[in-house]
Every structure is written in structure tokens, then in C-alpha cells.
């Protein structure tokens, strides 16, 4: 690309090999492949500057020099905390496949980021928005518009799994779902009576009203017919929450974290949340433990008359 400063032969040449294994073995979407190779890009570019022109020389003393510089230009806190993570991940795929004799990254500690709580929703604001969706049995896309936003506050997912779905991915005798999140892991997810009527109303009432050649599996529907796309899950949910007054605005990821707020503050262990989410790793599903803290000592400070 014009404006980008060159790297070396072979820096291109590992570059374009861990393209292929992102991409192949695995199996991450073509947004991660590419934020994966930026972060690595910067990289190969310092490097070039210190003289290492080959991926093997990389050492600890570089990968922090690279951080340090990032720092100075003042590069985010999550921006760091993620080019860090790359580079690690990168340098253990050098060593594991014999393209360097040692991990440079294995000691490398990412900077501490600034843990936001995320938004969500109180029990009665959820309650508030399903109940303003006006479901017409004739209305098809008000019975689909319930289904999402109920499998959505639910079960957490996210909305490229939700988009991915098909019909028969969901078992609504044992009320489970089937998604495909992250690397293409899959998972079973629980929905419980609420959510299940509204699925069972939209697959047998609304969804052939909708269907078309071109729908396919799809659990979800288009006004055309097609499998929805994520604009327009979107769409829903941000014009379903902006139809009650005093509703935050969060969009579906911010279903995603009331569902994993909810689960907690109703007594669900962190381990369970971590798998109903998705995660990989613990630790992200840990900050929503903050969140219900934070609850707590909203509560306690309210109440208590000594707080």
C-alpha cells in the first residue's frame, strides 16, 4: 500500500505464511486475519528500523522497544494491551513451528487496561422494551423482532452467531440453541420459556410468511426473504430499545452484557457465564463481576445509613 513504509523479503514472506495459518487452521474471520497483520506490520516496520529484518531475531528487548515507541505516540492502553497479545501469539507460532529457536514474546507483559464497566440493562427495562413490541399475527416482522431481541437478552450471544443460525440449529423441545462463535467453536446454548415462545411462534407463524427461495436455512429473515444481515439486527434492537422512554440506547452487544449481568447477580458461577458467553477466557468474563459489584455497593450506599 502506498504511504506504508517497506519491510524486508522475508518479514513479507512469514507475514503472508501466518496470513494463510490465521485464515486456514484457525479458521478466524477475515476481520480478525487483517487487525492480526496490521498489528504484526507495525511490528516488522520497528524491527526494520532496529536492523532486525528477519522475524527469528526478534527478542524481548524488540518487542518491548516497539511497545515503548507506540507508548510515545500515545497509543491507547487497549490498543497496546492488544498489539502485545499479536505479537506474543506471533512470536509462539515461530518457535512452535521452527521458523525461530526461542518464543521472543513468552515474557512479554501486556500494559493493564483501563476495565470499563459495560452498560446493561435493569431487569425492568428489559421487561419494558419485550413488552412494547407489538406482535400482529399478521405482522410477520413483529414476531421476528421478539424473537430476536428475547434469544438476544436470553442467551447472550453475539449477533454474527445470532445471524448465522439456522432453523436447525435450534431444539425447541429442549430449548437450546446451537451457535457458532469465534474460530468457528461451537456451542450449545440454553433459552428458557419466554424466549422459547417467541421462537416457536416466529419459526411456525412468522418465518413462513417471510420465506422465500433464497431463505434457505436461515433462522432469521429479511424483509425480502434472504438470511438477515447484522445492520439490520442492529436496527431492531436499536429502534426496539429506542421506543421506551428511559431505556439506554446499548444496541445487541449491550443485550449481551445484561444477559451476562442478569445471570450473575442471579447467582450463576463465573465458569458457566464464561461457556453460555462464549469466551475463551475467563478473565473477560471476569469483569462482569465488577459490574454486579458495582450494583451491590450502589445499592449498599443508597441503604445503608451508615454507608
Do not use: C
Not at 76 to 85: C, D, G, N, Y
Not at 129 to 135: G, L, P, R, S
Not at 213 to 225: K, P, Y
Request: glycine share 10%; charged share 30%.
Amino acid at each position: 500500500m502506498s504511504g506504508e513504509e517497506e519491510i524486508s523479503e522475508r518479514w513479507a514472506r512469514v507475514l503472508g505464511e501466518y496470513e494463510s495459518h490465521l485464515a486456514r487452521e484457525r479458521d478466524l474471520s477475515v476481520h480478525s486475519v487483517r487487525a492480526y497483520l496490521v498489528d504484526l506490520r507495525s511490528l516488522a516496520v520497528h524491527a526494520g528500523r532496529l536492523g532486525i529484518d528477519d522475524p527469528a531475531r526478534l527478542d524481548l528487548r524488540s518487542l518491548r522497544s516497539w511497545l515503548a515507541n507506540l507508548m510515545t505516540r500515545g497509543a491507547a492502553r487497549t490498543t497496546l494491551q492488544r498489539r502485545s497479545t499479536a505479537a506474543r501469539v506471533f512470536t509462539s507460532w515461530l518457535a512452535r513451528t521452527g521458523r525461530a529457536e526461542q518464543d521472543a514474546g513468552a515474557l512479554l507483559a501486556s500494559p493493564k487496561a483501563h476495565r470499563e464497566l459495560p452498560p446493561a440493562l435493569s431487569q425492568d427495562d428489559i421487561r419494558a422494551v419485550i413488552d412494547a413490541i407489538e406482535v400482529d399475527e399478521e405482522d410477520p416482522v413483529g414476531l421476528r423482532d421478539l424473537a430476536i431481541v428475547e434469544v438476544l437478552y436470553a442467551t447472550g450471544i453475539r449477533v454474527g452467531e445470532l445471524v448465522g443460525a439456522d432453523v436447525d440449529d435450534v431444539d425447541l423441545e429442549r430449548r437450546v440453541i446451537r451457535v457458532f462463535g469465534k474460530g468457528r467453536k461451537e456451542r450449545a446454548v440454553p433459552y428458557g420459556a419466554p424466549a422459547g415462545a417467541a421462537l416457536e411462534a416466529w419459526t411456525r407463524r412468522g418465518r413462513p410468511r417471510m420465506a422465500a427461495s433464497q431463505s434457505g436455512a436461515a433462522l432469521f429473515l429479511g424483509v425480502r426473504g434472504g438470511r438477515i444481515d447484522p445492520r439490520t439486527v442492529r436496527r431492531v434492537v436499536h429502534d426496539r430499545l429506542g421506543a421506551v422512554d428511559g431505556v439506554a440506547d446499548l444496541g445487541p452487544h449491550g443485550l449481551r452484557h445484561t444477559a451476562a449481568t442478569h445471570l450473575l447477580e442471579g447467582g450463576a458461577d463465573l465458569r458457566s457465564v464464561q461457556e453460555i458467553l462464549g469466551h475463551a477466557s475467563l478473565g473477560t468474563t471476569q469483569i462482569y463481576t465488577h459490574v454486579s459489584n458495582e450494583r451491590l455497593r450502589a445499592a449498599y450506599r443508597q441503604a445503608h445509613p451508615r454507608a
